[in-house]
């Protein structure tokens, strides 16, 4: 694996993400945001944030794979949420939670959260953008 994970003592850590990512290989993969959309273009999860963001990361996956890694490669996420306020942690961290199940593995490199207006699409509460390493 290109990618090592930390958690450096003297920083706060969390549990859905590691303060750090160290890159040892030699490809880089900047993947556009991704939404909720499905193959088709259809918006998965009108409504749900849990579900579109479910729907960003196996979009990442999918992306990923065509460009020959996993989401385990990725070295940086950054997450845009419409009218952001914490009361909608919970959401996020359960669609975060339901693809790390299907996805085999808990996504967990380091992550910016960005609270925004608006994105693309009015239907689109969330957009995730990620830059991956590969050997």
């Known amino acids: 694996m290109a990618l090592t994970l930390l958690n450096?003592?003297?920083?706060?850590?969390?549990?859905?993400?590691?303060?750090?990512?160290?890159?040892?290989?030699?490809?880089?993969?900047?993947?556009?945001?991704?939404?909720?959309?499905?193959?088709?273009?259809?918006?998965?999860?009108?409504?749900?944030?849990?579900?579109?963001?479910?729907?960003?990361?196996?979009?990442?996956?999918?992306?990923?794979?065509?460009?020959?890694?996993?989401?385990?490669?990725?070295?940086?996420?950054t997450v845009y949420v419409v009218d952001w306020t914490p009361d909608k942690m919970p959401l996020l961290l359960e669609g975060i939670s339901r693809a790390a199940g299907k996805l085999g593995a808990a996504p967990a490199p380091p992550a910016t959260l960005v609270g925004v207006a608006a994105l693309d699409v009015p239907a689109h509460l969330v957009e995730i953008e990620a830059t991956a390493v590969l050997d």
């Open 8 to 77: 450096p003592s003297g920083l706060p850590r969390t549990d859905v993400y590691a303060q750090v990512s160290i890159a040892s290989g030699s490809k880089l993969v900047f993947l556009a945001g991704q939404v909720a959309w499905d193959a088709e273009g259809t918006t998965v999860g009108e409504g749900d944030l849990a579900a579109q963001v479910e729907q960003c990361y196996l979009n990442i996956a999918t992306a990923l794979a065509e460009a020959g890694g996993t989401f385990g490669d990725v070295a940086k996420l």
